[in-house]
């Protein structure tokens, strides 16, 4: 068992026990994702030096795994295979972002 799936196994059987699969419709988990990512956004805020405030650090396994705990609810809800769709993606951006034009570049492929 990938360590992805036992993620998934923990995170449903967390949300079963308590039955709040009623909560999760698309457009909340959607949301709940979004706030998530925020939280770690916040933890950059104010910084001068676009690192985490060493007295801020230990929150952000914590945001982290919210993110990832939304992430597997919204794929699971679909019934998207998160690795599959990783690598899949990373298929396109190697056509979108090829070495030889992107290597060293922050630009968008449509402006390689």
Known sequence: ??????ASDLVK??????????FHDPK??????NLESMEVLELFQWTQDNN???EKLNQLPDE????LYWL???????????????????KKNEIKY???KSK????KYTEL
């Open 1 to 6: 068992m990938n360590n992805l799936k036992k």
């Open 13 to 22: 059987k967390f949300c079963e026990e308590r039955k709040w699969s009623k």
């Open 28 to 33: 909340n988990l959607a949301l709940s994702l």
């Open 52 to 54: 985490i405030n060493p």
């Open 64 to 67: 982290l795994a919210d993110v």
């Open 72 to 90: 597997i609810l919204l794929s699971d809800h679909y019934d998207i295979n998160l690795l599959e769709a990783l690598e899949d993606k990373i």
């Open 98 to 100: 090829p070495v030889n």
């Open 104 to 107: 060293g570049l922050s630009k």
